[in-house]
């Protein structure tokens, strides 16, 4: 990255702003999103370890759109298992359906109908084939405790899985014939959603939005071919204990995670898990400063997690005075995670797709997305409703008293009290789904089109190329507010 002037003070993301520069990039979809630090990943984009944000919904989501999701470490070791190999069970691009048999009732279908973007449940019968489908407007009128039988749909269009099998065509190029096929058959049916079939018992769902995003998304993969998971530990206690126990469970990235990165436990916990040869990216953080990620790369790890107090969950330079703003960290940072070998992820304070174009223009591999993607069907939360009718879920900071206390739930109620006293982070705040973006692939198109266009406005068909091509200013707080759009006439 080049500056029209150099800074002579630390940048958040608001200061700055991108200057278009020759290009020869003559598409957004002739850009490579992928990243560069051996996750594999094809989008470079990571959803955080937070318990109201990542959950198995997530990971699957993420993990087939060629991202990736960490699973938070206060979990237990056996529902991380479990969730892990469920993970891996989903297919590379059918989603995982909503199911129900026809004798469940209209009021079990209207609990789970929030769980997915698209609303709609699929109806099957006792062999698990393919009986109907049931949305909201199948219900009006209807009573709460009728059965499904009597009220589904019969559904026109049940799509063949082995279609998706022949020459693993799906998902990996705009021209997947069988992607086509299945969208073309939807359009001629008058459908944006159809179950999906394997031997006559039913293996998933497609919509319409989905077969479009298969042929623009890569999914992220593992040597077997199935879909990537990363989880995060703590610093405290079996480090190398619970590192294994993920290992063997499959997990793809391991993350050592803590608000402070840098110091001896950290670098006891590096040491615990490099003896292990764990052969998967080892990611450890968070710092902002050069010098602390020099450490922590000569200490094991692959990736340095930079941010700390950027978060919309976190108070912690509200409380503490400490941190720094987050565009000067990530540069400062990248810079000397390539010059010792490694890499760096830009960890919270994103708000709007320019801000991520910015952490990746500054250096960073990938971005790492909180907040923003807990409002959205695929977080782990409960559907809630305001006074108004808005649909929100509750979102939580990971050092707030809330999560603090899930974290030492073991411990005797006297420990967990006395703990909970000391609250960096936000224990509670309504998350508003997006009437227009829903669902987290929703946001990952938005991001991704806005990266795409940054990146061929600077001329860089690569990530490698963006870091190199583009060029940066410093803007005042009136300059970023004219770039902001107008929502209605002034």
Not at 98 to 108: A, H, M, Y
Not at 213 to 236: E, F, M, Q, W
């Amino acid at each position: 990255m080049r500056f029209l002037s150099e800074p002579t003070t630390d940048l958040t993301y608001s200061d700055i702003f991108l200057v278009p520069s020759r290009s020869d990039v003559t598409s957004r979809l002739d850009v490579d999103l992928a990243a560069d630090d051996g996750t594999g990943s094809t989008i470079p984009l990571v959803v955080a370890n937070m318990t109201a944000v990542t959950g198995k919904r997530m990971a699957e989501t993420m993990a087939r759109r060629g991202g990736l999701a960490v699973l938070p470490q206060d979990v237990p070791l056996d529902v991380l298992r479990s969730v892990t190999a469920w993970v891996k069970a989903r297919h590379a691009v059918f989603e995982t359906p909503v199911s129900l048999r026809e004798s469940n009732t209209v009021i079990d279908a209207l609990h789970l109908m929030g769980k997915r973007p698209h609303g709609a449940v699929v109806v099957v019968d006792d062999a698990g084939a393919v009986a109907g489908v049931v949305r909201a407007a199948d219900f009006e009128g209807q009573d709460r405790f009728a059965s499904l039988a009597s009220v589904m749909r019969h559904q026109p269009l049940v799509l063949d899985a082995a279609e998706f099998d022949a020459g693993n065509d799906a998902g990996f190029g705009a021209s997947a014939p069988s992607l086509r096929r299945a969208f073309d058959a939807m359009d001629a049916a008058g459908t944006d959603f159809a179950p999906v079939q394997r031997d006559g018992v039913l293996a998933g769902v497609l919509t319409r939005k989905g077969a479009l995003r298969s042929t623009l998304y890569r999914p992220s993969l593992d040597a077997g071919g199935a879909l990537k998971v990363a989880a995060a530990v703590g610093i405290n206690g079996d480090v190398a204990g619970r590192a294994a126990e993920l290992l063997a469970a499959g997990v793809n990235v391991l993350v050592l995670d803590t608000a402070h990165g840098h110091q001896q436990k950290m670098f006891d916990a590096l040491a615990a898990v490099r003896s292990l040869d764990p052969g998967v990216p080892v990611v450890a953080g968070n710092v902002v400063t050069a010098e602390a990620t020099r450490e922590l790369i000569r200490a094991g790890a692959d990736i340095v997690k930079v941010g700390v107090g950027p978060g919309a969950m976190c108070t912690t330079r509200m409380m503490t005075a400490v941190g720094r703003p987050q565009f000067s960290a990530v540069l400062e940072c990248s810079a000397a995670a390539r010059a010792a070998g490694g890499r760096v992820w830009a960890d919270g304070g994103v708000r709007y797709p320019r801000d991520v174009a910015l952490a990746l223009a500054a250096g960073a591999s990938q971005v790492m997305i909180g907040s923003w993607f807990a409002g959205t069907h695929e977080s782990p939360g409960d559907l809630q409703q305001d006074a108004s009718g808005r649909q929100f879920k509750e979102s939580f900071g990971m050092a707030s008293a809330r999560a603090v206390q899930n974290r030492n739930q073991r411990e005797g109620a006297f420990e967990r009290d006395r703990k909970a006293l000391f609250e960096e982070g936000i224990s509670t705040s309504r998350m508003y789904l997006d009437a227009a973006r829903p669902g987290v692939e929703d946001l990952l198109d938005m991001i991704t089109a806005g990266l795409r266009s940054s990146m061929s406005y600077a001329g860089a068909a690569d990530l490698a190329a963006f870091r190199e091509r583009a060029v940066a200013g410093i803007q005042s707080a009136a300059g970023y507010e004219e770039g902001r759009p107008v929502p209605q006439s002034w």
